[in-house]
């Protein structure tokens, strides 16, 4: 069943229920009821993500925003686009094209992932260059908390600074503190015509070469991936997609099909048993924790080489945005995961910088401090009082409990 399991096919819910609202006024009363019951529920965008966030870990109800799908306003003058949150983001590009407009992200996920995911997640993606991160283009949210209050701050307004910004509070908070249900977005302008280079490099440290000359000449997209078949007469270890502003549109085809090279990658991992980390290291080490990688699961004995058909693990790549320095860290197993994610973790969560979910919940001290954390937890009482919005996800548990058992015992990350 697509809603118990993600892209990783690690992660297993077994939800009692899935619903299905379509409007903001369904998600309240979902919410409202949840809230007096003490029922725990798990919003579920595109399910595209690697940690686990959108799976139920017990015995969930999983709130899926497929179906609140509509856009509600565009304004093709200043950009700003308001929307329901189930909207997939290749749809909302589809829907701007016309008005020569795009999102400020992209992904390789876009034909799947929504658009109130990407918010509850902070998705990044090849345009963080240009556009910057997610939150910056966020004008406002619609959000529905844990007892069914509807918070209406959907203002599309380029600058406000009236009182605090609530609703920067709910992105990246993954679901936690309540339902994005709109999105308020600021679009941008959509290159009339593009060109795309793919550079060979023999080495890491070229990359900071090519980084550094695009940067000086061009305004560009960025990323670095593994080889795989690809129009060079000779392989390289190593590849660099750069995209920039203004070519002949003859070449837009062509620009497509190297961008599919790169867009493959995640495509011919999903049919394998794949543990996926998302990080974010500087760029003079933007490779280097692949390569460290390797040789821990080879000193583990889980690894041996490409070459090998034996060990439990089968590859160990990285690819990612060069240019914001955040590596897709992926490893395909065989056999023995249980081994495996012995000898990767916690060691790998040292590096981690992005997505928590269930995977990396009670690592989060690793990278934030005891008094953020602390933030933290305070918040998450005061949105989610009785701990029904997504438990078990990024804040550290405070309590565990088996499945079948009062649910109120499923309180997560506030102060017990």
Request: glycine share 10%; hydrophobic share 40%; with cysteine.
């Amino acid at each position: 069943m697509p809603y118990c399991t993600d892209f990783t096919r690690v992660f297993r819910g077994q939800p009692p229920v899935v619903l299905f609202p379509s409007s903001t006024a369904q998600v309240s009363q979902i919410l409202g009821y949840c809230h007096q019951q003490h029922l725990a529920v798990v919003p579920q965008g595109g399910n595209t993500g690697v940690v686990g966030g959108g799976i139920s870990v017990f015995d969930e109800i999983v709130l899926s925003l497929s179906r609140f799908n509509q856009i509600r306003t565009f304004d093709p003058i200043s950009g700003a686009l308001v929307c329901d949150a189930g909207c997939i983001l290749q749809s909302l590009d589809t829907f701007l094209a016309p008005h020569q407009r795009c999102m400020p992200l992209d992904l390789g996920a876009k034909g799947t992932c929504q658009i109130g995911g990407n918010v509850a997640t902070h998705a990044g993606g090849i345009h963080f260059i240009k556009f910057g991160p997610l939150r910056g283009s966020i004008l406002g949210l619609e959000v529905v908390l844990a007892d069914g209050r509807i918070v209406n701050a959907l203002s599309t307004a380029q600058k406000d600074n009236t009182g605090y910004n609530v609703s920067q509070w709910f992105v990246g908070s993954e679901g936690t503190l309540g339902v994005i249900t709109g999105v308020a977005v600021q679009t941008y302008p959509q290159a009339q015509h593009k060109s795309v280079a793919m550079v060979a490099i023999n080495q890491v440290d070229q990359l900071r070469s090519v980084l550094g000359l695009t940067q000086q000449q061009l305004l560009t997209t960025q990323s670095a991936f593994p080889p795989r078949t690809l129009p060079f007469a000779q392989p390289h270890p190593y590849y660099v997609l750069i995209e920039a502003e203004g070519a002949d549109e003859t070449v837009a085809q062509e620009c497509d099909n190297l961008w599919a090279y790169r867009e493959l990658i995640p495509s011919l991992l999903a049919t394998k048993m794949t543990l996926a980390y998302d990080l974010t290291l500087p760029l003079d080490q933007f490779y280097s924790i692949v390569e460290i990688l390797r040789q821990r699961l080879q000193e583990c004995g889980l690894y041996v080489g490409p070459n090998d058909h034996q060990s439990p693990v089968e590859l160990v790549a990285g690819f990612g945005h060069f240019g914001d320095g955040n590596v897709h860290l992926l490893i395909s197993i065989r056999c023995a995961e249980q081994q495996v994610l012995e000898c990767i973790e916690p060691f790998i969560y040292d590096w981690t910088k992005h997505g928590i979910g269930q995977a990396k919940s009670q690592y989060l001290t690793r990278a934030r401090s005891p008094a953020v954390v602390a933030l933290m937890k305070q918040m998450k009482q005061m949105l989610d009082p009785t701990g029904i919005m997504n438990p078990y996800k990024l804040l550290p548990a405070c309590q565990r409990r088996t499945a079948g058992s009062a649910s109120e015992e499923a309180f997560i990350g506030g102060v017990m």
